[in-house]
């Protein structure tokens, strides 16, 4: 279960937390580390600091954006040490691992993307709204930002700690979207895609101003990833979509 997780770090600097995040990754069992255009990698640095864990960096797979690293996932979550301007479903560690264990056992999910940001602004707030969870690690509120890897550690825990419960407890609760979809639910790219035609069709009507955009697609964003549509409602919506742009025309 554990190999269906991505642990993504997005815009690294420093290549040393790229191997003190691959080592407290393979502590935990996990192996798959995407890096968003990292400063420097592969590293002498990385190396070094992920004391032997050497065959997560080799098999670490580098991408230049963000939907690239995310391609093919059908639960994605992003970290944040803050709170930002648009509240969006936030959970703390334990439940966001909780939840992806659950999504990981089921039928319908194949891949989950945990999201890392950078050292010194974490991720944008255009990144955090292709997530459909964030996730903050509850520090002291005074001093609240971890390292880098620190913060991988404290994730990776969690998804181990609630993956070998799993394997112990039996789910007595109501079902849950993530373990009883009769469809798959519907990918980040797939997702994505919907989120451009709609912003596309909406300037199309001029209900959105593209000059004047406001959180119009923030808010429509978190609306829909909230609802955690799946693949053929993302089509049945795509083709919405294409109806209106066709009666427009
Ligand atoms: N100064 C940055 C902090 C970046 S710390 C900011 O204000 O956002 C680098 C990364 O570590 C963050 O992007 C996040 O992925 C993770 N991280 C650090 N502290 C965290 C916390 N308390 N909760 C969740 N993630 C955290």
Known sequence: ML?????????TTLSANIGSAARAMKTMGLSRLVLVAPKEFPSEDAVVLSSGATDVLDNAEVVSTLDEAIAGCRLVVGTSARQRHLPWPLLNPREAAAQAVKELSGEGQDEVALVFGREDRGLTNDELHKCHYHVHIPTNPDFSSLNLAA????????????????????DEEA???GVCWDVKGATADDTERLFEHLEKVLIDVEFLDPEKPRHLMSRLRRLILRARPDDIEVNVLRGFLSAIEKSVR
């Open 3 to 11: 190999d269906r997780v991505r642990i993504v770090l997005v815009h």
């Open 151 to 170: 913060a991988v550690q404290v994730l990776a825990y969690e998804m181990r700690f609630a993956s070998l419960s799993s394997r112990e407890t039996v």
């Open 175 to 177: 079902p849950h979207w």
